[in-house]
């Protein structure tokens, strides 16, 4: 069975600067998805990110980038600049090919100080 | 719709009474899926339907829990007999294919609906 690990409970930085938030994972299938989701207090899920295994390069969506270790079975999320929007649960999820359902990780809180 | 609505927003009930949550998915969307996210936890898989069917209930507890989308669109999902145990945010996700490989595959969530039992 899949797994996701996030091992940061909660996590701070500065307006401004650049912080990264730790993802591992488990899973026996070569075909898979990875998924970086963002929990505002307003509890809806959004997606911040998406990559796919096969493809090397790692993702960028404008401030968020992603560090892709397949070999390593790591999945880290990097906010550039970051702004007090940003304040929020982040979950690391997968998704296998094979498969429909997401395994979330366990989240890690971001705030975002002023 | 402009994105997944569920109803109502807060849910309060007593143990052992019954409970229906109601999921609208995004317009044109053919899969859906219900998790369960207990408190600082991850969200947790219940069930997944493809068009009118549930095409993975794999994650649903127990025969307490039901979920159903007769017409393939609005979704209900159904706790027999509640328990304390399960308090929790229930949210529903829809996307426009269930297979992978593309984008149109990423699953959109609702707010959830925030389920208290006495």
């Known amino acids: 069975a899949q797994t996701v690990t996030q091992s940061q409970p909660e996590m701070s930085v500065q307006e401004a600067e650049t912080v990264t938030l730790s993802c591992t994972y488990d899973t026996s299938e070569n075909n898979y998805y990875l998924f970086w989701y963002k929990q505002p207090p307003s509890r809806q899920m959004i997606l911040v990110i998406r990559q796919e295994a096969y493809k090397q390069q790692n993702a960028t969506e404008n401030r968020f980038s992603v560090n892709f270790q397949k070999a390593a079975k790591s999945f880290s999320l990097k906010i550039s600049d970051s702004q007090l929007g940003d304040t929020a649960m982040y979950f690391c999820?997968?998704?296998?090919?094979?498969?429909?359902?997401?395994?979330f990780g366990g989240g890690t809180r971001l705030m975002v100080k002023p | 719709g402009a994105g997944v609505s569920q109803t109502p927003s807060n849910k309060v009930t007593e143990k052992g009474k019954y409970v229906e949550l109601r999921c609208d998915p995004i317009?044109?969307?053919?899969?859906l899926y219900w998790y369960r996210q207990s408190l600082g936890q991850g969200p947790e898989f219940l069930i997944y339907?493809?068009?009118?069917?549930?095409?993975?209930d794999s994650g649903l507890p127990n025969d307490r829990f039901f979920a159903v989308r007769p017409e393939g669109s609005v979704s209900t999902l159904k706790i027999q007999r509640t328990e304390r145990g399960d308090s929790a945010v229930y949210l529903c996700?829809?996307?426009?294919?269930?297979?992978?490989?593309?984008?149109?595959?990423?699953?959109?969530f609702g707010p959830g609906t925030r389920l208290t039992v006495l």
């Open positions: 317009s044109g969307h053919t899969a």
């Open positions: 339907f493809q068009g009118t069917g549930a095409a993975d």
């Open positions: 999820a997968l998704r296998e090919n094979a498969g429909n359902m997401l395994t």
């Open positions: 996700a829809s996307s426009l294919t269930a297979s992978g490989g593309s984008s149109t595959d990423t699953q959109y």
